[in-house]
């Protein structure tokens, strides 16, 4: 598995991978045993349907309200799964080659990866509790009300349940690239070129970043390096 260190500043970085494209970074198939193993059974058919929606690439036009709050939504765990992915990914791996900046020695590249895994694993341990609180709350309290209406979901349990199980699977990516995963190092040359993007405009940089991506095989760094860049502005 290929993990990128990426630049996104003179002194800032990012970890990242590229979709798999094979549905690895969908949750593995469970049966649907108690609580936790049906909210998994769910979240794999949620994410099946968001990375439906990402390579048509395209919204529906001319359709009904449910239809288009369905497609937001789908948009908004799309997002999730570009967030997590790696995380999600390093979970099935025993290895891994962090890709970095030609000027990086491959002990700061190191120190950098335990470090971005540790903060990872923390605030996902964080959020899973407060999610966790959120869900058996609403999953409790508002349950009953839903049950009232046939046809109609519990939105807010399905919403938290979706975030507890997307945080409890990247603490395990974390925990798994920390202590489970061998490590080596690749120098690649046009990471190295990221560093000088932040100073130019917005125009150039795109084409700049995009040309890089070309080079690397990279088709959705573009997208991330945009999100991350607007984020660390």
Do not use: K
Not at 39 to 48: C, K
Not at 206 to 222: E, G, K, Q, T, Y
């Amino acid at each position: 598995m290929d993990v990128y260190v990426i630049p996104i500043g003179r002194d800032r970085y990012e970890l990242y991978c590229e979709p798999a494209g094979d549905g690895e970074s969908a949750a593995d198939a469970v049966p649907a045993t108690g609580v936790f193993g049906r909210l998994r059974q769910r979240f794999s058919a949620t994410l099946r349907a968001a990375e439906e929606r990402q390579h048509r690439n395209a919204v529906d036009t001319g359709v009904g309200t449910y239809r288009r709050i369905q497609d937001r939504a789908l948009g908004w765990v799309a997002q999730r799964i570009a967030e997590q992915r790696l995380l999600w990914n390093l979970r099935r791996h025993t290895a891994a080659v962090a890709v970095h900046p030609q000027d990086m020695a491959f002990e700061q590249v190191m120190a950098l990866v335990r470090r971005t895994l540790q903060r990872d694993y923390d605030r996902h341990r964080r959020w899973m509790i407060v999610d966790g609180t959120a869900f058996v709350v609403t999953f409790i309290l508002l349950g009953p009300f839903f049950l009232l209406v046939p046809g109609v979901a519990n939105l807010p349990a399905a919403y938290f349940g979706f975030r507890v199980v997307g945080h409890w699977l990247s603490m395990r990516g974390a925990v798994q690239g920390l202590g489970r995963v061998s490590w080596s190092g690749r120098p690649c040359p046009p990471l190295t070129e990221l560093r000088d993007v932040f100073t130019m405009e917005s125009p150039a940089r795109a084409a700049r970043v995009h040309d890089i991506a070309v080079r690397l095989r990279l088709p959705h760094l573009s997208t991330f390096f945009e999100r991350v860049a607007v984020r660390h502005a």
